[in-house]
């Protein structure tokens, strides 16, 4: 079966062909480092992941690079209201200048990363400031005005859409927009209302420029980070369904101008939102969650990960305690499950891997990866060696952490009734056995007769 991804430009499951293959140039929308992530915010992150881990499992050479929003994005995308690195540096009583913006980025880039690595996530090796990389912006504006993309207002550098015939393919076209995404608090100085500001002025703060002193648009830093790294087209771009309208729609017509070159990025590929009762979760709406309120109620954040994984990423999800519960439930019994397997690791089931690849190969379909995950567990035709071999193949791709997992330490008094256990066996007082097993039952153990001898496991 051939790989395909969900693309958000054609709306259609295509096959997936790189530009070089089998190299794979891929980016991902990073984060604004104006706060603390939350877990609705983590998700786009877990869905790169489980991407990546695919390509690489399927034999690609993936590069990704990632941005880190350090300036220049406004609270409206009309590219009006408050610049979020601004209103940080406030919140936290900290004087405006470049230097306390940087170091605010940097402790939350920081927990960010600790972010990641709870959940698993490889963390690219080419994440990218965009403070550091505005030369390459004004490079990009100036050329957008040299073509007559770009004219200049009171406040900063304008891209004209109305120069774009197709602007707007990305979420379906200007006539098909959603009124909900319509902009607001209009600038009366722009040509056409969704044109797009390239770069802001502002004379208290920013960087100098041919234009004036000020700070790049939100969107032009990830065209000018992805071209500088990536090229002036690639294969793949992620992020959250609410970057669709403005951010990756903007992306697309000012790289395209600038470039000449059509698509800018083959396959845009998004993922869905996490509701919180009947909202999305947002730092805005003040309704969101950290992970580490995941850790402080004691449950393992891969769990989160688990979680996610049991949707598809193109569907909504709707938190609340009691699902996660429920998944930890099922992840704890999983990894008893693979801790009484024993040590020795055996072959890849050949059948078990052909249908795990056809499954992540369709639009990365996580539900039916994990279902098949269960049935190699259950399997009794298959030596425990080799459900092992094939649960940690799956793991590449899941990022569960199987590996990881070590032995726990079994309590002196369980120990002790699983001898008097098999002296009972040996004796051949079964009655006695099945009795003694029922009271290791009883104290959160069972215990597995092998030909290796007995072994003791966790009840999940």
């Not at 009309?78 to 405006?96: P, Q, S, V």
């Not at 850790?295 to 891969?302: D, H, L, M, S």
């Amino acid at each position: 079966m051939p790989l395909k991804f969900y693309n958000t430009l054609t709306r259609e499951k295509e096959i997936f062909t790189p530009i070089n293959p089998p190299n794979v140039g891929f980016y991902s929308c990073g984060p604004t480092v104006n706060n603390y992530a939350h877990i609705g915010n983590l998700r786009a992150y877990v869905f790169a992941d489980i991407l990546e881990k695919t390509l690489e499992y399927l034999g690609y050479k993936v590069k990704r690079v990632m941005n880190i929003t350090d300036i220049g994005i406004m609270s409206s995308d009309a590219d009006t209201g408050e610049d979020k690195m601004t209103a940080a540096l406030l919140r936290e009583g900290k004087e405006l200048n470049l230097k306390n913006m940087r170091e605010l980025a940097e402790f939350y880039t920081e927990k960010f990363k600790e972010d990641l690595t709870k959940l698993n996530i490889k963390i690219p090796a080419n994440i990218y400031f965009a403070s550091d990389y505005v030369k390459e912006d004004v490079e990009l504006v100036q050329k957008l005005k040299e073509k007559g993309y770009a004219y200049k207002t009171s406040d900063g550098i304008y891209f004209d859409t109305a120069k774009m015939p197709d602007y707007g393919i990305l979420r379906g076209g200007k006539t098909t927009r959603d009124e909900s995404h319509t902009r607001v608090a209009e600038n009366p100085e722009k040509k056409n209302p969704e044109d797009f500001a390239l770069w802001k002025f502002n004379s208290k703060m920013g960087f100098e420029s041919p234009f004036g002193q000020g700070f790049p648009g939100w969107h032009i830093e990830c065209s000018a980070i992805g071209m500088k790294f990536l090229g002036e087209q690639f294969d793949i771009h992620t992020g959250g369904i609410d970057l669709i309208p403005t951010h990756h729609t903007n992306e697309i017509a000012q790289s395209e101008c600038a470039t000449g070159k059509k698509p800018f990025v083959k396959f845009w590929i998004h993922s869905e939102f996490v509701d919180i009762g009947s909202e999305k979760m947002s730092k805005s709406k003040n309704n969101f969650l950290q992970l580490k309120s995941v850790v402080e109620k004691g449950i393992n954040p891969i769990t989160y990960r688990f979680w996610l994984l049991m949707a598809s990423y193109r569907t909504k999800v709707n938190f609340n305690w009691e699902a996660l519960e429920g998944a930890e439930t099922a992840l704890k019994r999983l990894y008893n499950l693979y801790m009484a397997l024993g040590p020795e690791v055996g072959n890849v089931h050949q059948e078990y891997q052909n249908k795990f690849k056809e499954y992540i190969k369709d639009d990365l379909d996580t539900p039916r990866a994990l279902a098949l995950l269960w049935d190699v567990f259950k399997d009794p035709n298959m030596s425990d060696p080799d459900k092992k071999a094939t649960i940690l193949d799956f793991d590449k791709v899941f990022g569960l952490g199987f590996e990881n997992l070590k032995e726990e330490i079994i309590p002196a008094e369980v120990l002790k009734l699983a001898e008097e256990r098999e002296q009972a066996r040996k004796n051949k007082d079964f009655k006695k056995s099945d009795e003694l097993r029922k009271e290791i039952n009883s104290l959160g153990y069972d215990i597995k007769d092998t030909s290796e001898g007995p072994r003791l496991h966790k009840l999940g």
